[in-house]
């Protein structure tokens, strides 16, 4: 029974570890963008400091998790779990890299002027934002319903993409001298459609978890 106990509470504990991670890179994605609408160099700045923090947690999760696996020998829904944890910790380490991107590029466009109002941008970011949080619920709840539910959010997003994508090569091709000021607002619309893509992969972490299937989902459908 001892034993039990104990790897209950290391697994409790690791659930709280990711959730912490994934509350800490939902942060990013906000302060990225937020950073961005300023423009604000400092909490741009933070971003990029912020990440690092992420990084260490994603190896505190994939030790810890390595550790179980080897001194608990656990049953298959907890070994599933265990994995699951660590492809969790991987997916939400990449999301915090691009939001750092997104507050790399931010810098680079400090000092210009915007080339258009932002619209699309934030309400991408919002979206991310909520997918991850999606993921998450539906990590701590084992809850597939609500995994499918973030390929929604996840067409959303590639929708707006796809428009933010549209409309700044339709200004550079009008007005070349603002290829400076277009190309970081194209990349950073590239990497908050990858953090959703990264919210659908904890998705599938998830579904895997709890129903024992490999879902590999395409292009935003749900399975």
Same mark, same amino acid.
């Given at each position: 029974?001892?034993?039990?106990?104990?790897?209950?509470?290391?697994?409790?504990?690791?659930?709280?570890?990711?959730?912490?991670?994934?509350?800490?890179?939902?942060?990013?994605?906000?302060?990225?963008?937020?950073?961005?609408?300023?423009?604000?160099?400092?909490?741009?700045?933070?971003?990029?400091?912020?990440?690092?923090?992420?990084?260490?947690? #994603? *190896? $505190?999760?994939?030790?810890?998790?390595? +550790?179980? %696996? =080897?001194? @608990?020998?656990? /049953?298959?829904?907890?070994?599933?779990?265990?994995?699951?944890?660590?492809?969790?910790?991987? #997916? *939400? $380490?990449?999301?915090?890299?691009?939001? +750092?991107? %997104? =507050?790399? @590029?931010?810098? /680079?466009?400090?000092?210009?002027?915007?080339?258009?109002?932002?619209?699309?941008?934030?309400?991408?970011?919002?979206?991310?934002?909520?997918?991850?949080?999606?993921?998450?619920?539906?990590?701590?709840?084992?809850?597939?319903?609500?995994?499918?539910?973030?390929?929604?959010?996840?067409?959303?997003?590639?929708?707006?993409?796809?428009?933010?994508?549209?409309?700044?090569?339709?200004?550079?091709?009008?007005?070349?001298?603002?290829?400076?000021?277009?190309?970081?607002?194209?990349?950073?619309?590239?990497?908050?459609?990858?953090?959703?893509?990264?919210?659908?992969?904890?998705?599938?972490?998830?579904?895997?978890?709890?129903?024992?299937?490999?879902?590999?989902?395409?292009?935003?459908?749900?399975?």
């Amino acid at each position: 029974m001892e034993h039990h106990r104990v790897f209950d509470h290391e697994m409790s504990e690791l659930k709280e570890t990711i959730l912490k991670m994934g509350v800490m890179v939902q942060g990013l994605i906000h302060k990225s963008v937020e950073a961005l609408k300023g423009p604000d160099r400092e909490l741009a700045e933070e971003v990029i400091r912020e990440d690092d923090k992420v990084d260490q947690l #994603e *190896l $505190e999760i994939d030790e810890k998790c390595i +550790e179980l %696996v =080897a001194l @608990r020998q656990p /049953e298959a829904s907890d070994l599933r779990f265990l994995m699951a944890g660590m492809r969790i910790a991987n #997916e *939400l $380490e990449r999301i915090g890299d691009l939001s +750092e991107d %997104v =507050a790399e @590029r931010t810098i /680079e466009l400090i000092g210009q002027p915007l080339l258009k109002p932002l619209i699309d941008i934030p309400k991408m970011a919002k979206l991310t934002q909520e997918a991850v949080a999606l993921a998450l619920e539906a990590f701590v709840n084992h809850d597939p319903v609500k995994a499918k539910a973030i390929w929604i959010k996840e067409k959303e997003v590639d929708k707006l993409r796809d428009a933010v994508h549209d409309e700044l090569v339709g200004i550079m091709s009008q007005d070349p001298t603002t290829v400076s000021r277009a190309i970081p607002l194209l990349l950073i619309s590239r990497h908050l459609e990858r953090m959703s893509d990264h919210a659908t992969n904890i998705g599938e972490a998830v579904i895997y978890m709890v129903e024992a299937k490999v879902v590999k989902h395409s292009g935003g459908r749900a399975p």
